[in-house]
């Protein structure tokens, strides 16, 4: 995404600069004027192909554990230029200690901090620098480092339950791989060797297992090629926009995988959408923002139209509702929220429910996997002990005979 630098202006003309990430300059006029602010001038800067950027990324975690210790010095009454100061000689990352020094010298100089946190997108990620720009400007700083540890907390515990979905079935599927190449291998050629030297005619399951036997052995370095260069050229197309856009609309749609991803979709978007209203930030850049957050392009594309059904008069609800993305009951308690004006209340309470069914779907996946792989798998070695157990019950009936 090409990055901007913006000088901006308030209601008293006191200026701001700042360097954000969005498409193009009206996305940009949009954010500035969001924040109270008049846009005066803007630079698109040049994109830099910085090879190890990767390295500038902080986990989730340690954002948590950032925003906790900010939290606890700036509600003690400790001042944000020593907070930051003693968070920076604390910090054992390289890079966010170098940046805690930038971050320093820019305070010191007048600047804001969400103005210097804005130079370090990818260590600070949007949803991160608005809620710091939002505690600024209230004052409530303290707090909303606070909602942001919170926030982080939870994220990375779904995350987790993510990934723990994955790893059985992925475990299951290495086991399978093993026991087949083991006994395809080793095993069978073996048996097979024996076989030959008693003049024992080979059954056709036993000759398509040593036949696999040699091809695995023969061309072991190609199939090796050929995985890794499957994997590396998914790897590469997905990060075209069109590509990875298609992948997600597959996560959302297709079974098992599309239950734990909407289930994943859903607490994310209920847990970052009533901390971002809870902070006093309108609705339509609160739901921007999380189109953003989520990491799904197909889902971005959806919200977005769902916001511009907002902005010409419909309620959340509707807008929502018309977007198939999301389930009944969280469109049902946001509507209640919307008429009892406590949606930031609802949406807490709809997030505890849609975390504990996150654990249902993976639970529910696994019950729908684990019977496939068992199966796959005992037909597997059945196979390759058939085609072992075959010549010698022919065998042992010749030498009866």
Request: charged share 20%; glycine share 6%.
């Amino acid at each position: 995404m090409p990055k901007f630098k913006y000088v901006a202006s308030d209601s008293s003309g006191k200026k701001y600069t700042g360097i954000v990430n969005v498409k193009n300059e009206e996305e940009l006029r949009e954010i500035v004027t969001s924040r109270g602010y008049y846009l005066v001038s803007s630079k698109k800067l040049a994109e830099s192909s910085q090879l190890f950027s990767f390295l500038e990324r902080v986990s989730p975690e340690e954002l948590s554990l950032f925003s906790r210790q900010f939290a606890i010095m700036l509600s003690s009454g400790m001042e944000i230029i020593k907070a930051i100061d003693i968070l920076r000689e604390n910090t054992q990352k390289g890079k966010l200690k170098s940046i805690l020094e930038t971050t320093k010298q820019d305070l010191q100089e007048g600047m804001m901090l969400s103005e210097s946190f804005q130079k370090f997108p990818k260590t600070f990620p949007p949803f991160f620098r608005n809620m710091i720009q939002i505690g600024e400007m209230s004052g409530t700083l303290d707090q909303v480092l606070v909602t942001l540890a919170d926030y982080y907390d939870k994220d990375t515990k779904t995350k987790r339950k993510l990934k723990s979905a994955f790893a059985y079935p992925i475990f299951l599927i290495s086991m399978a791989i093993a026991v087949v190449l083991l006994i395809s291998l080793y095993v069978v050629p073996t048996f097979v060797n024996v076989f030959n030297d008693l003049g024992a005619e080979l059954p056709t399951i036993t000759k398509k297992v040593v036949g696999f036997s040699n091809f695995l052995k023969t061309y072991y370095m190609q199939l090796i090629y050929g995985v890794l260069g499957f994997i590396a050229f998914i790897f590469i197309i997905k990060r075209f926009h069109k590509v990875k856009f298609f992948f997600d609309m597959l996560n959302t749609k297709v079974p098992p995988i599309s239950t734990i991803t909407n289930a994943v979709i859903t607490s994310r978007f209920s847990n970052g959408l009533s901390t971002l209203i809870g902070s006093g930030m309108s609705i339509i850049d609160s739901m921007m923002v999380m189109s953003r957050l989520l990491g799904n392009l197909y889902v971005e594309k959806k919200i977005q139209t769902a916001i511009a059904s907002i902005k010409e008069g419909k309620t959340i609800s509707e807008s929502i509702s018309q977007i198939e993305i999301f389930p009944k009951i969280l469109i049902e308690m946001i509507a209640v929220g919307e008429q009892s004006g406590a949606l930031e209340e609802v949406l807490k309470k709809t997030n505890s429910y849609y975390e504990d069914q996150v654990d249902v779907a993976i639970k529910k996946m696994i019950s729908i996997i684990e019977p496939v792989m068992i199966i796959l798998i005992g037909g597997l070695v059945v196979v390759c002990l058939l085609s072992v157990f075959l010549p010698m019950f022919d065998i042992m009936n010749s030498i009866e005979v």
